[in-house]
Nanobody, 125 residues
Framework: QVQLVESGGGSVQTGGSLRLSCAVS????????MAWFRQAPGKERQIVTY????????YYSDSVKGRFTISRDIAKNTVYLQMNSLKPEDTAVYYC??????????????????WGQGTQVTVSS
């Protein structure tokens, strides 16, 4: 069974940095793209960034552009999210997600093929 295992969440002060990791284990499918979503309390889950696995083409939401960087290690089947200049409004549970070929629109719409379990990021002022 495919699993997306996340790590790296935690608590930081405003202006701090965190690095999230998401490893795909027992991969039995062709990986097309991976993404990071986040969900703040009382809000809908929203896409933060994605990366096309083979390209690597990336997308960032306006709220994180210039502060967050997504990258991947193909050999390790792992995607990373480097978060710098963190703000209190970045506080959320962060989820990684993965899709197979042909499903990018579904990924962007929040319907990936696979989800990670989520990791909490808390930024205090």
């Amino acid at each position: 069974q495919v699993q997306l295992v996340e790590s790296g969440g935690g608590s930081v002060q405003t202006g701090g940095s965190l690095r999230l990791s998401c490893a795909v284990s027992r991969r039995t499918f062709t990986l097309y793209a991976m993404a990071w979503f986040r969900q703040a309390p009382g809000k809908e889950r929203q896409i933060v960034t994605y990366i096309i696995w083979s390209a690597p083409v990336t997308y960032y939401s306006d709220s994180v552009k210039g502060r967050f960087t997504i990258s991947r290690d193909i050999a390790k089947n792992t995607v990373y999210l480097q978060m710098n200049s963190l703000k209190p409004e970045d506080t959320a549970v962060y989820y990684c997600a993965a899709v197979r070929p042909g499903d990018l629109s579904a990924l962007v719409a929040g319907r990936p093929d696979y989800w990670g379990q989520g990791t909490q990021v808390t930024v205090s002022s």
